[in-house]
């Protein structure tokens, strides 16, 4: 069973930057589409960010606007999201996500793997 355990989650003041990180424990991570989607309280979860396994990369424009960035390290079969000049409205649990195959896709649906979570926190 391949899992995914996010880390780096917190408390920020606006303006300041947090770095998520998602460990895969899968052997073929390398060919694993890896994604970062967030759901705030009474809202839909929505996507951030995603990374085929190749390294292309495609952002939530109305989400990031400039300020995020993914990338992975196959080699440590990790993802991460860098995460500056945040804003109040980023307030949400940030979830990592995994799906068979080397694509990324938008839609949460097409992710079967999934982390527990980590909440970020945005104090205005």
């Known amino acids: 069973q391949v899992q995914l355990v996010e880390s780096g989650g917190g408390l920020v003041q606006t303006g300041g930057s947090l770095s998520l990180s998602c460990s895969a424990s899968r052997r073929t991570f390398s060919s694993t589409g890896m994604g970062w989607f967030r759901q705030a309280p009474e809202k839909e979860r929505e996507y951030v960010a995603v990374?085929?396994?190749?390294?292309?990369?495609?952002f939530n424009r109305d989400v990031v606007k400039g300020r995020f960035t993914i990338s992975r390290e196959n080699t440590e079969s990790k993802v991460y999201l860098q995460m500056n000049s945040l804003e109040p409205e980023d307030t949400a649990f940030y979830y990592c996500?995994?799906?068979?195959?080397?694509?990324?896709?938008?839609?949460?649906?097409?992710?079967?793997?999934w982390g527990q979570g980590t909440q970020v926190t945005v104090s205005s």
């Open positions: 990374i085929t396994g190749s390294g292309a990369r495609m």
């Open positions: 996500a995994g799906r068979h195959g080397n694509g990324a896709v938008a839609d949460a649906s097409g992710y079967g793997i």
